[in-house]
């Protein structure tokens, strides 16, 4: 029988291994990152992306993330080139002997050096990001703004303008706001149900919509186009389908819209000899009126979206699919098809009702 020690397993072979097991414990989120950028959609600017602020808040936000950013990779860099220095310097050879190394027990010096540049860093990273937060939730709204009550409910986005009495859903509309003469949109946030969150990365960072607890946030674009976002708090089954699409406008835009938003829908007959016109026989005849309004008939429901310019919008569902003549068709015949798990029921009309039906709110606009 052999009684002689095995031989001490190298250092150096340790921290290889930990490193090869670091690297396969990597490779899944490295090759999602790689999907993920695969089906990256065709325009680059309505990626969602941090990084590329749009708005006085995201900058704010940018700006510190870059901050936190550098002194975290520094500490990185840092205790990184320690640790190889470490283990190649220090490293088991052929010629040392198994013995334990003498220890050394006590150093003022390092003691301290470890306890207060720690602690240097968490308070100068504490008061950026203080700072930061003041600058964005402390912020007086100028003459001028924009006021807007989004309400989260499952699934979809409320907005509701109380100065300019216009209410619609999934998709905000607000006026760019130039250097010269700034126009920030200022949002109350409310929840209907469950906890929900407001979050468009471009803009603004995530704020939160509790039941019961008012909240506010605010956006100042600089430039017009569309902005992606996305509730940010799991709400239900359909939270991944809870989207948000901000339309920044010229000013003339954005007013033009304003009044075409505020006047009631286009007045349709209900003459039962055209289509259209027995569709809104259909729709105020059914429960379609319980949970929808159109602004300017009988219909006054709270619990689904403002229907009076659903036309105007260029999506279904909070962005679940596009605003065209077939999705709508579907989306009243079958919810599911397109957004399993929403609260909307299935309408179980007739073919001849489902087309009036759909015929008549083409006609909204």
């Not at 490193?19 to 490779?27: G, I, M, N, S, Y």
């Not at 509790?210 to 674009?221: K, L, R």
């Amino acid at each position: 029988m052999n009684n002689e020690p095995h031989a001490p397993i190298s250092r150096a072979s340790r921290a290889a291994k930990m490193l090869a097991r670091v690297a396969w414990a990597a490779l899944p989120v490295f090759l999602i990152a790689l999907v993920a950028v695969a089906a990256e959609p065709h325009d680059p600017a309505l990626v969602p992306n941090i990084f590329k602020p749009d708005s006085t808040p995201a900058d704010h936000i940018y700006g510190v993330a870059l901050f936190v950013l550098t002194v975290t990779g520094a500490i990185f860099v840092a205790v990184f080139s320690l640790l190889v220095y470490a283990i190649v310097r220090y490293r088991a050879k052929p010629e040392d002997d198994s013995h334990e190394p003498a220890q050394v027990y006590g150093s003022n010096q390092i003691e301290l050096a470890w306890t207060v540049i720690p602690v240097l860093i968490v308070v100068m990273l504490f008061l950026a990001t203080a700072r930061v937060i003041a600058q964005i939730q402390d912020a007086p709204p100028p003459p001028g703004t924009i006021n807007v009550t989004a309400v989260g409910h499952q699934f979809w986005w409320e907005f509701r303008y109380p100065d300019l009495g216009i209410v619609t859903a999934n998709e905000l509309h607000v006026p760019v706001s130039e250097p010269a003469e700034s126009t920030p949109t200022f949002l109350k946030l409310l929840s209907a149900d469950t906890d929900h969150s407001f979050w468009v990365p471009r803009l603004a960072g995530k704020t939160d919509l509790i039941p019961n607890h008012p909240n506010s946030t605010w956006i100042d674009p600089h430039h017009t186009g569309l902005y992606l976002g996305q509730c940010a708090q799991y709400c239900g089954t359909q939270h991944g389908l809870m989207l948000l699409r901000v339309y920044v406008d010229s000013r003339e835009d954005f007013k033009a819209w304003a009044n075409a938003q505020a006047a009631p829908a286009l007045v349709t007959s209900t003459d039962s000899n055209s289509e259209a016109g027995y569709g809104r026989k259909v729709f105020e005849t059914t429960s379609c009126i319980n949970c929808h309004a159109v602004k300017g008939t009988v219909a006054d429901g709270r619990f689904g979206p403002d229907l009076t310019h659903l036309m105007s919008r260029k999506t279904l569902a909070s962005g679940a699919a596009d605003n065209t003549p077939e999705k709508l068709k579907q989306w009243i015949k079958d919810p599911d098809s397109i957004k399993p798990g929403s609260l909307m029921p299935a309408m179980r009309l007739t073919e001849k009702d489902l087309n009036a039906l759909t015929a008549y709110l083409l006609t909204l606009r």
